[in-house]
């Protein structure tokens, strides 16, 4: 009689944490056991070729070929401000004859049509981040589209050098 009243007085929520917590120690080791999987994962396979790279080519350092400044009125009203930038050209140590060829062969182009581009912007236009990254982003595009107007050239990024407004 006495395991009767042991049965009765036990409630049904005294039961659940035996099972409960062999759920979560199951959940546990799955858990370890994926961790363990993924991290063996590249061991196994090798990481030379993860992302498509190929094992016998070497990144060549990056360096830079100067553009050069320009200096605009920006159109603010009654206000006089210019804008003062020097600019360089980011790309591969390999790449850097090509990229000076290019540059030096459209450079009048691309000054007369940076000098165009940037004295239309106000204050508002080249001030703060976003501003900048846009006339950045807009500066890329076309120097990608004078220098290689087929898109089949080599990579290449504009960076400022030098971002002056008074």
Same mark, same amino acid.
């Given at each position: 009689?006495?395991?009767?009243? &042991?049965?009765?007085?036990?409630? @049904?929520?005294? *039961?659940?944490?035996?099972?409960?917590?062999?759920?979560?120690?199951?959940? !546990?080791?799955? !858990?370890?056991?994926?961790?363990?999987?993924?991290?063996?994962?590249?061991?196994?396979?090798?990481?030379?070729?993860?992302?498509?790279?190929? @094992?016998? $080519?070497? &990144?060549?350092? @990056? *360096?830079? +070929?100067?553009?050069?400044? +320009?200096?605009?009125?920006?159109?603010?009203?009654?206000?006089?401000?210019?804008?003062? !930038?020097?600019?360089?050209?980011?790309? &591969?140590?390999?790449?850097?004859?090509?990229?000076?060829?290019?540059?030096?062969?459209?450079?009048?182009?691309?000054?007369?049509?940076?000098?165009?581009?940037? /004295?239309? $912007? /106000?204050? $508002?236009?080249?001030?703060?981040?976003?501003?900048?990254?846009?006339?950045?982003?807009?500066?890329?595009?076309?120097?990608?589209?004078?220098?290689?107007?087929?898109? &089949?050239?080599?990579?290449?990024?504009?960076?400022?050098?030098?971002? +002056? +407004?008074?």
């Amino acid at each position: 009689m006495a395991q009767a009243q &042991d049965a009765q007085t036990t409630s @049904p929520g005294e *039961a659940k944490p035996a099972k409960s917590g062999k759920r979560k120690l199951v959940w !546990i080791l799955v !858990i370890i056991a994926s961790m363990v999987a993924g991290a063996a994962t590249p061991m196994a396979v090798g990481t030379h070729n993860l992302f498509g790279a190929s @094992p016998t $080519k070497k &990144d060549s350092e @990056p *360096a830079t +070929v100067p553009f050069g400044e +320009v200096t605009v009125n920006l159109n603010d009203g009654r206000m006089t401000r210019y804008l003062r !930038i020097k600019i360089v050209l980011l790309t &591969d140590a390999d790449d850097v004859k090509e990229m000076t060829k290019q540059l030096e062969k459209h450079k009048a182009v691309l000054k007369n049509w940076l000098i165009g581009y940037l /004295s239309g $912007k /106000s204050l $508002k236009d080249v001030g703060g981040t976003v501003g900048v990254k846009r006339i950045l982003r807009e500066m890329q595009e076309r120097f990608e589209e004078t220098f290689y107007p087929n898109g &089949d050239g080599k990579p290449f990024e504009v960076l400022f050098e030098e971002f +002056v +407004v008074q």
